[in-house]
C-alpha cells in the first residue's frame, strides 16, 4: 500500500493532473441529481477533483474528506473551510446530510469486504432520502488496456479485488440503494509506459509484488526489454455507478446512462 501521505506533493502531476480530474468531475456530475445541493466527496485526496465538483453547478455546496493529512492539507488550501480529515469507514456527518456522496479511487484500497461494506454503509448514512451516491468500481481492471505492457503484468500473483462490481453493488442493495446509473470517463495522461511501469513496481505500487523482491525485478527486467520505453500506452477507462436511495421526494438524476 502507498504512502498517501509521501504521495501528496507528486499525486497530482503522477494521475494525469487537471485533465484527468475534469473527465472525472464531469463523470460524476452526470450522476448526481439536478436538485443536489449538498455533496460530499469521501476521500477527496488533493482536491483537484472536489474543486471542479464544486465548480459544476451554482448553489452546490461542497465537503471533501480524506484519511491523509497531507491530502487533507492540500484539498483545505483549494477550497477553504469545505475539507475535514475523516475516515471513511466513520464519518463526522449527521445522519441523511447530503443529496449526493461521491467515492471515487476508494474501494480498491479497503483491505477486504468487511471495510468495503463500512464505506458504504457510512455514504448510504449521511446521504438524504432521494440522493444518489456515485462510486468508481473495478479500478485495478481499468488499467489493463491490451498493451504489451499488460501482456508481460497479467503473470504477475493475484490480488484481491474488493471493489469488484458484483461486491459494491450487493453493498448498496443491503443498505437500500437501488440502481441508478452507470457512466465511464479516461483517465487521461494516465497511459503506462515501460519506464514508468519499472518506476511504479520499485515503490510498492503493485501489492502483490513487494518492491525489491526477486519477482517484482524479474518483472521489471521484462519490461525493461518492450520497446519505446517512453511511449505511454493507452489511458484507463475508469467506471462509476450510481445507487438512489429511496424517498417520495422529487430528486432526479441529471442525465442518461452512459
Known amino acids: ?7 501528496a506533493e507528486r499525486y497530482d502531476a503522477s494521475r494525469g493532473g487537471e485533465p484527468r480530474a475534469a473527465a472525472a468531475a464531469d463523470a460524476v456530475m452526470g450522476l448526481v ?15 483537484i477533483v472536489t474543486r471542479r465538483l464544486a465548480a459544476a453547478r451554482a448553489g452546490l455546496r461542497v465537503t471533501g474528506a480524506d484519511l491523509s493529512s497531507a491530502m487533507t492539507r492540500m484539498a ?9 480529515r475523516a475516515d471513511s469507514r466513520r464519518l463526522p456527518f449527521g445522519d441523511a446530510r447530503f443529496d449526493a456522496v461521491v467515492s471515487v479511487w476508494l474501494l480498491h484500497l479497503m483491505s477486504g469486504p468487511e471495510d468495503v461494506r463500512a464505506v458504504v454503509a457510512e455514504c448510504a448514512r449521511v446521504l438524504r432520502p432521494g440522493g444518489v451516491y456515485v462510486t468508481t468500481v473495478h479500478k485495478g481492471a481499468s488499467h489493463n488496456v491490451g498493451s504489451d505492457i499488460d501482456a508481460i503484468l497479467a503473470a504477475r500473483p493475484r490480488s484481491p479485488v474488493p471493489d469488484a462490481s458484483d461486491t459494491v453493488d450487493a453493498c448498496a442493495a443491503g443498505h437500500g440503494l437501488l440502481p441508478a446509473g452507470e457512466a465511464r470517463f479516461r483517465g487521461r495522461g494516465q497511459g503506462r509506459s515501460p519506464r514508468r511501469t519499472i518506476a511504479d513496481l520499485r515503490r510498492g505500487w503493485f501489492v502483490t509484488l513487494p518492491p525489491g523482491a526477486p519477482l517484482a525485478e524479474e518483472f521489471a527486467a521484462r519490461l525493461a526489454e518492450l520497446p519505446d520505453q517512453d511511449r505511454p500506452r493507452a489511458d484507463p477507462v475508469f467506471r462509476l455507478r450510481a445507487y438512489r436511495k429511496p424517498s417520495g421526494g422529487n430528486l432526479e438524476r441529471s442525465g442518461g446512462d452512459r
Open 1 to 7: 500500500m502507498l504512502d498517501y501521505d509521501e504521495e
Open 33 to 47: 441529481p439536478d436538485g443536489a445541493r449538498d455533496l460530499l466527496d469521501v476521500a477527496c485526496g488533493t482536491g
Open 76 to 84: 483545505a488550501a483549494r477550497l477553504p473551510g469545505a475539507v475535514v
